[in-house]
């Protein structure tokens, strides 16, 4: 259903609003890779190279299998990803983002419900929960040096 949602091209654009955040964190870390994960359209590569940032870009989403597996790096990002993930499988995946982060992870959420819905009627933000739900969840796994309320692009 997300390769259905992803034939429109104003689908999984947030990458491009996060670059900028995300350029910063690689020249504070050192990161020298990326995994995209929940690549979407790349789009995050886009970006980061808008912002003169190169990483080894490491893509990956099960709606394009053509990227292959999810790859270890030392920034994994998750953008506007975890929030369509079916509730029962939301621990494998942030077991997975654990498994392949070297040294940081930048996560970002939308808690609210979506302009789309899924072809089988339901909103495409599998998840719908507010801040005090995803911590405990995420902190199972991460540890979080930063937690931001923000809304990019509206």
Same mark, same amino acid.
């Given at each position: !259903?997300?390769?259905?949602? +992803?034939?429109? %091209?104003?689908?999984?654009? /947030?990458? #491009?609003? #996060?670059? &900028? !955040?995300? /350029?910063?964190?690689?020249?504070?870390?050192?990161?020298?890779?990326?995994?995209?994960?929940? /690549?979407? =359209? =790349?789009?995050?590569?886009?970006?980061?190279?808008?912002?003169?940032? #190169? %990483?080894?870009? =490491? %893509?990956?989403?099960?709606?394009? &299998?053509?990227?292959?597996?999810?790859?270890?790096?030392?920034?994994?990002?998750?953008?506007?990803?975890?929030? +369509?993930?079916? %509730?029962?499988?939301?621990?494998?995946?942030?077991?997975?983002?654990?498994?392949?982060? @070297?040294?940081?992870?930048?996560?970002?959420? @939308? !808690? *609210? &419900?979506?302009?789309? *819905?899924?072809?089988?009627?339901?909103?495409? +933000?599998?998840?719908?929960?507010? *801040?005090?739900?995803?911590?405990?969840?995420?902190? =199972?796994?991460?540890?979080?040096?930063?937690?931001?309320? +923000?809304?990019?692009?509206?």
């Amino acid at each position: !259903m997300q390769q259905q949602l +992803h034939e429109n %091209p104003q689908y999984g654009t /947030a990458s #491009f609003g #996060f670059a &900028p !955040m995300v /350029a910063e964190l690689i020249r504070q870390s050192g990161a020298k890779s990326v995994s995209d994960y929940g /690549a979407g =359209k =790349k789009n995050l590569q886009v970006g980061l190279k808008n912002a003169g940032v #190169f %990483p080894e870009y =490491k %893509p990956y989403d099960p709606a394009f &299998p053509e990227y292959g597996d999810p790859r270890s790096a030392d920034l994994v990002c998750c953008i506007d990803v975890l929030e +369509h993930i079916e %509730p029962e499988l939301l621990d494998n995946v942030l077991a997975d983002l654990a498994s392949i982060t @070297h040294k940081v992870g930048f996560f970002s959420i @939308h !808690m *609210t &419900p979506a302009g789309k *819905t899924l072809s089988d009627g339901r909103n495409a +933000h599998l998840i719908q929960e507010q *801040t005090s739900w995803w911590l405990p969840r995420v902190c =199972k796994y991460f540890d979080i040096v930063q937690l931001q309320l +923000h809304n990019v692009g509206g």
